[in-house]
């Protein structure tokens, strides 16, 4: 057996051992992903392996909280993908518009830009009234962030651009108050949304979705966990409930291809079809 075996076993062990000690499960990330993560904390931390790296999260919760940080992904921007926005403007709100009251999901929605994203275009389309948005990630520290609403200045330009590029038709700046380093959302943008704690590999389902957002999070999951989340979104979405994933993420390889037709195919927009 070479150390490569070894090493793979070592990591084997640390997720079951997380999953046993903490409750949340890594087993079926992809392993590539995974591993370049943990090789990083590894260094970040000098531990001699990962079996002294499995040691040492059993006994010491605040190194598990930082290890949490690393393996849980959390790249996201405001209206990142434009084209999606504009897709979403166009093909999917004259659908939404049919129904009394919306119920959206966010999963996996990291430090919340993008789940601000959907309350701005909501409230420009008139709909942000009548919708309940929930906003779910297992991570607590970034739910923490989400739910706080505020993002570093430097980050705003591109926001700006994005909002723009995305078809927005206001000003970027009504949504935010500034501050010296720092913007935080406006309060009116808060006060339909519920920020918690939800992990996709192990929980159950949320009822009657009428859209589920869950974009560059499953590119991280192995086949098997993709499948158990896509039945999770399908068991949770109500008839003509809409699915939306990420630019490099597709149901057409998974085992819920016919439950689902293409709203706009480039841009990962699904339609909840009755078969």
Same mark, same amino acid.
């Given at each position: 057996?070479?150390?490569?075996?070894?090493? /793979?076993i070592?990591?084997?062990?640390?997720?079951?051992?997380?999953?046993?000690?903490?409750?949340?499960?890594?087993? /079926?990330y992809?392993?590539?992903?995974?591993?370049?993560?943990?090789?990083h904390?590894?260094?970040?931390?000098?531990?001699?392996?990962?079996?002294?790296?499995?040691?040492?999260?059993?006994?010491?919760?605040?190194?598990?909280? /930082?290890?949490?940080?690393?393996?849980?992904?959390n790249?996201?921007?405001?209206?990142?993908?434009?084209?999606?926005?504009?897709?979403?403007?166009?093909?999917?709100?004259?659908?939404?518009?049919?129904?009394?009251f919306?119920?959206?999901?966010?999963?996996?929605?990291? +430090?919340?830009?993008?789940?601000?994203?959907?309350?701005?275009?909501?409230?420009?389309?008139?709909?942000?009234?009548?919708?309940?948005?929930?906003?779910?990630?297992?991570?607590?520290?970034?739910?923490?962030?989400?739910?706080?609403?505020?993002?570093?200045?430097?980050?705003?330009?591109?926001? +700006?651009? /994005?909002?723009?590029?995305?078809?927005?038709?206001?000003?970027?700046?009504?949504?935010?108050?500034?501050?010296?380093?720092?913007?935080?959302?406006?309060?009116?943008?808060?006060?339909?949304?519920?920020?918690?704690?939800?992990?996709?590999?192990?929980?159950?389902?949320?009822?009657?979705?009428?859209?589920?957002?869950c974009?560059?999070?499953?590119?991280?999951?192995?086949?098997d966990?993709?499948?158990?989340?896509?039945?999770?979104?399908?068991?949770?979405?109500?008839?003509?409930?809409?699915?939306?994933?990420?630019?490099?993420?597709?149901?057409?390889?998974?085992?819920?291809?016919?439950?689902?037709?293409?709203?706009?195919?480039?841009?990962?927009?699904?339609?909840?079809?009755?078969?």
């Amino acid at each position: 057996m070479d150390d490569i075996d070894i090493q /793979n076993i070592e990591i084997q062990l640390l997720l079951q051992a997380i999953y046993l000690k903490y409750g949340y499960d890594f087993r /079926n990330y992809a392993k590539a992903s995974l591993k370049r993560r943990i090789e990083h904390r590894l260094l970040k931390d000098k531990l001699s392996s990962i079996s002294a790296m499995q040691h040492r999260l059993l006994y010491d919760e605040d190194f598990f909280s /930082n290890l949490l940080l690393d393996l849980s992904i959390n790249v996201t921007e405001m209206f990142r993908d434009p084209d999606f926005y504009q897709a979403i403007r166009k093909n999917v709100i004259p659908h939404l518009q049919k129904f009394p009251f919306l119920k959206i999901w966010h999963a996996g929605c990291s +430090t919340g830009e993008e789940v601000y994203s959907m309350a701005i275009l909501l409230k420009e389309e008139g709909l942000y009234e009548r919708t309940q948005i929930y906003a779910t990630d297992m991570n607590e520290v970034v739910l923490r962030q989400a739910k706080q609403g505020i993002f570093s200045m430097s980050r705003l330009k591109q926001y +700006t651009a /994005n909002y723009q590029k995305a078809g927005g038709t206001e000003s970027f700046s009504d949504y935010y108050a500034a501050h010296y380093d720092h913007v935080v959302m406006d309060k009116s943008l808060k006060e339909n949304i519920l920020f918690s704690d939800h992990n996709l590999a192990t929980d159950g389902v949320f009822g009657e979705m009428n859209l589920i957002m869950c974009r560059n999070v499953m590119i991280y999951f192995d086949r098997d966990l993709q499948n158990r989340v896509f039945r999770l979104f399908h068991e949770s979405l109500c008839a003509g409930g809409v699915l939306c994933l990420g630019s490099k993420e597709t149901i057409r390889l998974s085992a819920y291809t016919n439950a689902f037709d293409d709203i706009v195919k480039e841009e990962k927009i699904y339609l909840k079809n009755n078969l």
